[in-house]
């Protein structure tokens, strides 16, 4: 009874006030600990129990202290009480064996729960789930939809765990096909509103780039609860619809349930994707204030990470370094990756610095130091990052993608010729590069490996994507959409050309990399290009509000349009546009100027010359200089007169 109530401390009172103890009163003190997650308390009472009591253990001794051995990571001992097990004779307890091919399998030796596995004779559902999970936990996504298939042959019905862990390895596997069959499964069998395996669904329906249909199970499910909602907002925020990551959360406040730690996660990491910088510090705070939550560390992560979005660098660089628990990789991770973008090469070299101490073998690191050196023109030093990497034996993960036609999976490296329709594949790639140059696509050489100038675009042609992309158009029903997976991130060069294919070839097209997916179409990608561009401080900051939407850039010469991109030089001036939702902008002043401000891939040249023109008439002046464009017309002509007036009366004194 102290047990369950959580009170651990009169149960171990009682249980050392007790004249004589039986097997059953060990086996209470066992239990208790394990589920109140005193792991090694519970395997301290097993090793008394071995040594003072005469009964011996039973296989409710065994198997509970092989669970807490389980999540404790104690295999050594694991080991000792699998041979406690066979001395007693419980080994062929069907109880103990699924306790002993669970501690395995947590423990990281499949190979040995599958060798007790095949030893038992008549296996029962919990018996298959268990090594189910156990592929899972380690990795085996692949053997965990067989072992669930195989089970299936064998008349076993499978119960909410079965679905719910197979449809996590078809969701890691991004197996959409085996993801469908296993919801026809759901279907016959009636669990189909369940809260549990509805929630695994829309992951999974998510994860294979299918946000639609995530959508229409997630508006089935009757009651809702804390999971369904979190597997949703999570879903949204992982394809890049921030807005609907925070309705949906609003949404949810509004019926009541209280989120949780992984909910804050997602809706902390759509408004830094958003720029949404005051909404993100607003539902920080709440965490504590308002639900009594203390933040982690992918709470203090997403938050470097939208500041670092912003543009706010050293503002992210306090933040970090005032959080009250010590920032781990992912912290100074997401700050390197917002210096790479804005192109501060001192701050991502002292960043750099830390994290090569923090994890030495990650070669993400590495890359993105060398990347930020090479763009910035500093070659020199790029190469040496690149020699620091030999000397060190850190290796770069070969890029690999792979896509699904007709139940097969096909994988490309870069490069590649070991497919049988090889020549088809670089016909039609010759073929898009040429289509895409018409649209006026310029490579982006600074993504190619090969250093020798010469040599760089060809390369770009022959990453892994790219082949992949080639294969789906060859491959796939005219129409269909095609989906991607990457192993690591998407290049900003591929990222281009994924964008202009959609729109030459009315395609939808999924891209799954390392970090999340990119759904182009129509010329348009849903990341809005955050995650492949490096934008260069070319400006004076006259209104620091980062929560705007909109920044006209003036400066006279000649600017290249980054908003997307592509390579179309105009004089006087561009627009950068920070979000891109055009629903943001409804309802706002001057409406009209800034959707012509809004310089996409669907603007010709033309109109995009008589946008400069209407900006310079405008009367924003012609030097470098930044405006917030947030308020009216006559606003920003106000901020200029008042910046340009200040100048003056600098240059003066």
Excluded at 48 to 63: A, F
Aim: hydrophobic share 40%; glycine share 8%.
């Amino acid at each position: 009874m102290y047990a369950k109530c959580d009170d651990l401390t009169s149960a171990d009172r009682v249980f050392d006030e007790m004249p004589e103890r039986s097997l059953i009163s060990w086996n209470s003190m066992i239990v208790g600990f394990l589920q109140n997650k005193f792991y090694d308390r519970a395997v301290e009472v097993f090793r008394v129990l071995l040594r003072e009591s005469s009964d011996g253990p039973d296989q409710v001794s065994c198997s509970s202290v092989l669970s807490a051995c389980a999540n404790m990571g104690g295999l050594e001992f694991g080991r000792q009480v699998h041979g406690v097990a066979v001395k007693y004779g419980l080994v062929t307890l069907a109880y103990v064996k699924n306790s002993l091919m669970d501690m395995y399998c947590k423990c990281g030796l499949l190979s040995d729960a599958i060798e007790l596995f095949q030893t038992i004779g008549d296996s029962d559902v919990v018996t298959w789930n268990v090594m189910i999970v156990g592929c899972v936990c380690n990795d085996n996504f692949e053997e965990a939809c067989n072992y669930f298939w195989v089970m299936r042959r064998k008349c076993i019905s499978p119960d909410e765990a079965s679905y719910s862990s197979v449809l996590h390895a078809s969701a890691s596997l991004a197996a959409l096909d085996q993801g469908t069959l296993i919801h026809d499964q759901i279907i016959k069998t009636g669990f189909i509103k369940n809260e549990c395996i509805a929630s695994s669904l829309v992951t999974m329906y998510a994860k294979c780039g299918c946000l639609g249909d995530a959508s229409r199970v997630f508006e089935e499910i009757e009651d809702r609860n804390v999971v369904c909602w979190t597997a949703m907002i999570a879903a949204c925020q992982q394809h890049g619809c921030a807005n609907q990551v925070i309705e949906l959360f609003e949404e949810m406040l509004g019926e009541g349930v209280k989120p949780d730690y992984i909910t804050f996660v997602s809706v902390l990491s759509a408004c830094s994707y958003a720029g949404h910088v005051e909404d993100g510090f607003g539902y920080f705070d709440s965490m504590t204030k308002v639900h009594g939550m203390n933040p982690g560390p992918e709470h203090y992560a997403c938050m470097a990470d939208l500041l670092g979005r912003a543009g706010r660098l050293d503002e992210a660089k306090r933040f970090i370094e005032s959080m009250p628990i010590k920032p781990d990789s992912s912290v100074w991770g997401t700050l390197l990756g917002a210096c790479r973008n804005y192109g501060n090469v001192k701050m991502g070299r002292e960043v750099a610095e830390i994290l090569f101490e923090l994890e030495p073998e990650n070669p993400g690191n590495y890359v993105l130091l060398s990347n930020m050196y090479a763009r910035n023109g500093m070659l020199k030093e790029a190469d040496e990052v690149r020699r620091m990497m030999r000397v060190n034996g850190v290796r770069k993960e070969p890029g690999c993608s792979w896509i699904d036609v007709k139940n097969t999976t096909f994988v490309f490296t870069v490069h590649d010729r070991s497919h049988p329709r090889t020549d088809e594949i670089y016909g039609m790639l010759k073929k898009l590069e040429e289509l895409v140059k018409k649209k006026g696509y310029e490579p982006e050489t600074q993504f190619a490996i090969n250093s020798v100038e010469g040599y760089k675009e060809h390369n770009l042609w022959h990453h892994s994507e790219k082949l992949a992309l080639a294969f789906g158009l060859l491959a796939l029903p005219v129409g269909a959409p095609i989906r991607i997976k990457k192993n690591l991130r998407t290049c900003g060069d591929c990222h281009a050309v994924m964008k202009l294919a959609s729109e030459i070839f009315e395609r939808e097209i999924i891209v799954r990399d390392i970090n999340r997916f990119h759904q182009f179409a129509n010329g348009l990608c849903s990341c809005g290009d955050y995650c492949i561009k490096a934008r260069k401080p070319f400006c004076t900051v006259i209104d620091s509000d980062v929560g705007s939407d909109w920044r006209v850039l003036v400066a006279q010469g000649t600017m290249v349009l980054e908003n997307y991109g592509l390579p179309f030089k105009k004089p006087l001036a561009v627009c950068w546009r920070k979000v891109a939702d055009d629903r943001r902008l409804q309802g706002s002043k001057d409406n009209g100027l800034k959707k012509q401000l809004a310089l996409g891939e669907h603007y010709s040249e033309e109109e995009m010359t008589g946008c400069l023109k209407k900006v310079v008439a405008a009367g924003f002046g012609q030097q470098v200089q930044e405006i917030d464009s947030s308020g009216s017309l006559e606003d920003c002509r106000s901020k200029t007169r008042n910046k340009n007036s200040v100048n003056m009366q600098t240059s003066a004194s």
